[in-house]
């Protein structure tokens, strides 16, 4: 019969709290008592990306007006349709190609 096999159990490697007791960092409060000013400066963090998103959106609604002024511009309409020749093909020479 085996013996069981106990697992080996790997300590924190990274050297806090040697010597300290075991209790676990807790994420600093965000109470009532910030500053407006503070409160500004953390939502500044995030003009940068804001700003990348508008701009983008911007370039691709620029695009799509521009693409849709250039499908509807004269250059690209019909005007006419011209033949040339007095023979017509038939219906079998059309079907090979």
């Given at each position: 019969?085996?013996?069981?096999?106990?697992?080996?159990?790997?300590?924190?490697?990274?050297?806090?709290?040697?010597?300290?007791?075991?209790?676990?960092q807790r994420p600093a409060k965000r109470g009532a008592n910030e500053s407006i000013?503070?409160?500004?400066?953390?939502?500044?963090?995030?003009?940068?990306?804001?700003?990348?998103?508008?701009?983008?959106?911007?370039?691709?609604?620029?695009?799509?007006?521009?693409y849709r002024a250039a499908a509807s511009a004269s250059f690209f309409q019909v005007?006419?349709?011209?033949?040339?020749?007095?023979?017509?093909?038939?219906?079998?020479?059309?079907?090979?190609?």
């Amino acid at each position: 019969m085996r013996e069981p096999v106990m697992a080996q159990k790997v300590g924190n490697r990274s050297g806090i709290g040697k010597g300290r007791s075991a209790v676990g960092q807790r994420p600093a409060k965000r109470g009532a008592n910030e500053s407006i000013g503070a409160r500004l400066r953390s939502l500044l963090t995030y003009v940068p990306l804001a700003l990348r998103i508008g701009v983008i959106a911007i370039i691709a609604l620029i695009a799509f007006v521009g693409y849709r002024a250039a499908a509807s511009a004269s250059f690209f309409q019909v005007r006419t349709i011209e033949t040339r020749g007095a023979s017509r093909a038939s219906g079998r020479v059309c079907d090979r190609r």
